[in-house]
């Protein structure tokens, strides 16, 4: 079967420092992979996507790196601040005849050290 | 502010009891979702609807059912509710036909007993 998001569970970084929350996934045929980030008591919130043919896509203080030869996926978040505590998710993209849907992973929760 | 908004934000039911949980958005989006997430099992979607007057079924769909009768509402109804229902439901939306950013609302948590 298909899944995407072998997570580890969680993940501490002392402030300031660079995080790295790593995914992986099987499904070759996504179109998408996309990160979300979910703070305690609210609903996921989109962070940033990167299409399948790309191999890194920057934002604002995140980059995302997709390594297709291993199927893995990453999230790099610069200088990290307390505020960035939450649980991070990948997500895939998947087209079935003209449906498209979002499979999330199960998330690694990151945790800031001050 | 715009956005999506969930109702109840917390519920406890007794099995076998009817649920209807409310979701209102306010940015015109064609595509809703709901999902629940469970601990260790992240997000799965239940039902979804592409456009006002469509409904479709997620991952997740036995014991559930959806309304789309306008834009706006996206209820979700438990018709006998199960322990096994027992979740937190997110209901989310996206614009046009890009699934890829999706708009959360707050989550009604739901205890079934």
């Known amino acids: 079967g298909e899944s995407v998001g072998l997570h580890l569970p969680t993940l501490s970084v002392q402030e300031g420092d660079n995080s790295i929350i790593n995914c992986a996934y099987s499904n070759s045929a996504s179109d998408y992979f996309i990160w979300y980030k979910q703070e305690s008591g609210k609903g996921p919130q989109f962070i940033i996507d990167i299409r399948s043919n790309m191999d890194k896509r920057q934002g604002q203080r995140v980059t995302v790196l997709l390594n297709k030869t291993v199927k893995h996926l990453s999230l790099q978040i610069a200088a990290t601040q307390p505020g960035d505590s939450a649980v991070y998710f990948c997500?895939?993209?998947?087209?079935?005849?003209?449906?498209?849907?979002?499979?999330f992973g199960t998330g690694t929760r990151l945790t800031i050290i001050p | 502010i715009a956005g999506i908004t969930q109702a109840p934000t917390s519920q406890i039911l007794a099995a076998g009891r009817r649920m209807t949980l409310r979701c209102t958005q306010d940015m015109r989006h064609n595509a809703m979702y709901w999902y629940r997430q469970d601990l260790g099992l992240g997000l799965r979607l239940i039902h979804y609807?592409?456009?006002?007057?469509?409904?479709g079924k997620g991952e997740v769909p036995d014991g559930y059912s959806v309304s789309r009768a306008n834009t706006d509402d996206f209820p979700l109804t438990l018709a006998s509710a199960v322990p096994s229902q027992t979740s937190v439901y997110f209901c989310?939306?996206?614009?046009?036909?890009?699934?890829?950013?999706?708009?959360f609302g707050p989550g009604t948590r739901l205890t079934v007993l």
């Open positions: 609807s592409n456009t006002a007057g469509t409904t």
């Open positions: 997500a895939e993209k998947k087209s079935n005849f003209g449906n498209e849907k979002l499979t």
């Open positions: 989310a939306s996206s614009e046009g036909t890009s699934v890829n950013e999706q708009f």
